[in-house]
């Protein structure tokens, strides 16, 4: 390392520490939520064998369930291997609870790209796709990164709208991710305008970064994916739906089939990962954030524009890096490939990917095929070039990933 970026490294890491220390009390209230969930369910060794074929009322798997209710607050969960990102996760439940000539309204602005593509947002809309079911969609954007609650409640007052769709994370966007008492707040105006309207949270890569998730404070839903925050970089796939009971049984019948629901789905040997990754989930949370916030302020003092500074209150672990021109942004990506622990003789350049309207730059030298609580990072090739960058297992290991990238886009 050279002096001037040891000296930035220090400077940095004695700027951070109030964070830090915050980050580690978040850690410890979620690690108490998490255990006394394991404990007060009941989890035996036995619930770690899984079984095969139709998995029928699989004990192990239905124990996990349970566990994600508990921690979640929620009243039932579906976290199944057969889920296989956060984007099916979401579409399982957008079609399972929208039916032909229903709408659904998105109060946080365009949702995730991928997501796009499962509305029917867009010039070439899939025959799959919810528009092509006869599903509506609607739209109302942020101000100033924050709900626009007049706006939310005039077009609610008009009572023909079924599902609310909130997005906690930013997505491939420059607006600032939420945190859960932003949400709070729209949950309660919804209500008093509408008790009926169906709340669903995409909570992508906001677990565990705060101390409330979006059912304690009324929604009836929330999607998430194993391959993020709660598999820990340990869970290999799946993903989990939890809410109301109802919802989930509906959600579960778009998986499965009408009238099997839940009762089938084998876990495959996958029970202990879950476990084991939901288990280490806060502390490897904690570990992307400070990822984050160790990067967030070295890109700042090195000129660049990022969001969220590094003292910001956080909703996500997602870190923007504004990097002003498409060679950095190529760069830095192929950098964090080169600080990976797989593959980081590769170097990866932009292509194209279902699901995307502009090539996009993804790297990722991961254990789990496209996980991203993993130190990855990406970005479309669009202005202003903008890299997104998630994960961490460990701020040391986070750490190393982020100096390599600033070194080889210096270069």
Do not use: W
Request: net charge negative; glycine share 8%; charged share 25%.
């Amino acid at each position: 390392m050279n002096t001037d970026l040891e000296k930035l490294v220090k400077e940095v890491e004695e700027e951070i520490k109030p964070q830090f220390q915050e980050l580690d009390r978040i850690c410890e209230v979620n690690s108490k939520k998490v255990l006394e969930a394991f404990q007060k369910c009941d989890l035996q060794e036995s619930h770690l064998t899984s079984a095969t074929g139709y998995g029928i009322d699989e004990p192990g798997r239905n124990k996990i369930e349970e566990i994600y209710a508990k921690i979640f607050k929620a009243e039932d969960a579906l976290v199944r291997t057969q889920l296989i990102s956060g984007t099916h996760a979401l579409t399982v439940t957008l079609f399972g609870l929208l039916r032909p000539g229903e709408k659904m309204l998105s109060i946080t602005g365009a949702p995730y790209d991928t997501l796009q593509t499962v509305i029917g947002i867009g010039e070439n809309v899939s025959k799959s796709s919810l528009k092509a079911f006869n599903i509506d969609y609607e739209q109302i954007e942020l101000v100033d990164n924050d709900f626009d609650l007049e706006a939310i409640k005039t077009r609610l007052s008009k009572k023909d709208i079924k599902l609310v769709e909130i997005q906690k994370s930013r997505g491939y966007s420059t607006r600032e991710s939420l945190t859960i008492e932003k949400i709070e707040r729209a949950i309660k105006l919804i209500r008093e305008v509408n008790k009926d309207v169906i709340i669903m949270v995409d909570n992508c890569y906001g677990e565990f970064v705060e101390e409330k998730e979006p059912i304690e404070v009324g929604a009836d839903i929330a999607v998430g994916s194993l391959m993020k925050n709660l598999g820990a970089g340990i869970a290999t796939s799946g993903a989990y739906i939890v809410g109301k009971k109802d919802l989930i049984e509906l959600c579960a019948e778009r998986l499965t089939s009408p009238g099997i629901g839940k009762e089938i789905g084998p876990s495959l040997n996958q029970n202990p990962l879950l476990l084991k990754g939901l288990f280490f989930a806060p502390s490897v949370v904690k570990s992307s954030v400070k990822t984050a916030i160790f990067a967030s302020r070295c890109l700042e003092k090195l000129g660049y524009e990022v969001e969220p500074k590094y003292n910001d209150k956080r909703g996500d672990i997602v870190q923007t890096l504004s990097l002003g021109t498409e060679e950095n942004l190529v760069k830095f990506c192929q950098g964090i490939q080169k600080g990976s622990p797989i593959d980081s003789n590769v170097l990866p350049y932009p292509g194209d990917m279902g699901g995307y309207e502009d090539k996009v730059i993804m790297a990722a030298g991961t254990f789990t095929q496209g996980s991203t609580i993993e130190l990855s990072c990406d970005g479309p090739i669009r202005e202003p070039y903008i890299a997104y960058m998630q994960g961490g297992l460990t701020y040391e290991y986070g750490k190393l990933g982020i100096l390599k990238a600033i070194k080889f886009m210096q270069k």
